[in-house]
């Protein structure tokens, strides 16, 4: 069954998600499924009446709502949608900041586990540290090459995600990852231009790296 999936175009609504704690709030209710405020609080090391404030925001926007099964401090609270998106070319000028800030936010939460991740490594298990790791690449791509390869990243990075919320779902030594996947113009746009010397320009990871893999995280 496809994932349930919302584009934000609502400034204010943009705003209320860029918060640190509400965006692991949701993330915890996609992840993990419905669950009250105060077992929200013990898996984030918060406090039960700040976790419900800030539930109570995300429900004044559409971002989650009370699931069946508690009532008073027992309600549970589910997400509303598995997926977000936001940012397009044509949003007001409004709608197109608040969606840079989110952006920058998640940015910004993604690199910070990143540094978790490796300041945490020597404790991993081996074939945990073979698993996961950092890839990175610099080539030469179309517009229309460009989006078939984020049509296959989407995909990739969204192949298990029918297991967030579905404990059933998972194999019994699966663990919560973070997968990452960002595909951007590296500068400005410059035409591309044969050397007259196939050879002048030394060969690849001569100045900037054409690809760099990682295994140390």
Known sequence: MPLARRRITDPEALKVLAHPLRMELLGALVTEGPMTASQAAALLDESPSNC????????????VREARGGTGRNRPWQAVSEGLEWGEAEDAAGT??????????????????????????????????EATGLVQSQVWLTAEEATAIKAELTELLLRHADRSGRPDRRPDDARLVSLVGWLVPSGPHRAHQHAADPDATGPSGAGEPGHHEGRDV
């Open 96 to 129: 197109r900041i608040a969606a840079d800030a989110l952006t920058d936010l998640l940015v910004e939460r993604e690199v910070q586990r990143l540094r978790a991740a490796r300041a945490a490594r020597d404790t991993e298990p081996a074939d945990w540290r």
């Open 52 to 63: 419900s404030w800030h539930l109570r925001k995300l429900a004044e926007h559409g971002f």
